[in-house]
Antibody, heavy 118, light 107 residues
Framework: QVQLQESGPGLVKPSETLSLTCSVSGGSINSYFWTWIRQPAGKGLEWVGRLYTSGTTNYNPSLEGRVTMSVDTSKNQFSLNLTSVSAADTAVYYC????????????WGQGTLVTVSS | DIQMTQSPSSLSASVGDRVTITCRASQSINSYLNWYQQKPGKPPKLLIYAASSLQSGVPSRFSGSGSGTAFTVTISSLQPEDFATYFCQQSYTTPRTFGQGTKVEIK
């Protein structure tokens, strides 16, 4: 059974960089799209971006070039960096797996709350 | 970006009721439409992918239909564990986008 687990600081100061890692267990990280999604408290889901294990990335243009993602296949992990954060970036951040356009997001981490505050 | 609009935003229903939620896309997305169920404090769970394919392990009372710009998910007989929020998501193009959610509450 594939399992995903997010890790990283729960509190980030405004203007600093949010960094999260997703560890994948129970299966290979290769040959899938690995995705970050966020959800502010009481609100809907926002797709942050995804990367393929080849390194190809797609980001949400709404994040205005602040986001980068990377993968470490040797550790079965992938990461999210979001720079110049503000209170608007406070949310639960989920990592998830997408098999492709026709399959949806089939495995999700439990989510990690990141609060942006001084 | 493709805008996804769900209706209704919330509904009240009783156990055993048939419930239908609608999702509309701002442009054609063929059948690249997925449905998720989310309970409080939990991640979303994939129910339906490619508009009408049931994800493994999901009860058969859930079904999906539609193509192009209009889609529905139906729960044929609402069970107590089905009270949750439901989201649609298009996977036709990036950025992927979600509907705003439909909260299914107990009447």
């Amino acid at each position: 059974q594939v399992q995903l687990q997010e890790s990283g600081p729960g509190l980030v100061k405004p203007s600093e960089t949010l960094s999260l890692t997703c560890s994948v267990s129970g299966g290979s990280i290769n040959s899938y799209f690995w995705t970050w999604i966020r959800q502010p408290a009481g609100k809907g889901l926002e797709w942050v971006g995804r990367l393929y294990t080849s390194g190809t990335t797609n980001y949400n243009p709404s994040l205005e070039g602040r986001v980068t993602m990377s993968v470490d296949t040797s550790k079965n992990q992938f990461s999210l960096n979001l720079t110049s954060v503000s209170a608007a970036d406070t949310a639960v951040y989920y990592c998830a797996r997408e098999m492709g356009s026709s399959r949806g997001l089939d495995y999700w981490g439990q989510g990690t709350l990141v609060t942006v505050s001084s | 970006d493709i805008q996804m609009t769900q209706s209704p935003s919330s509904l009240s229903a009783s156990v055993g009721d048939r419930v239908t939620i609608t999702c509309r896309a701002s442009q054609s997305i063929n059948s690249y439409l997925n449905w998720y169920q989310q309970k409080p404090g939990k991640p979303p769970k994939l129910l339906i992918y490619a508009a009408s394919s049931l994800q493994s392990g999901v009860p058969s009372r859930f079904s999906g239909s539609g193509s192009g710009t209009a889609f529905t998910v139906t729960i044929s007989s609402l069970q107590p564990e089905d009270f949750a929020t439901y989201f649609c998501q298009q996977s036709y193009t990036t950025p992927r986008t979600f509907g705003q959610g439909t909260k299914v509450e107990i009447k």
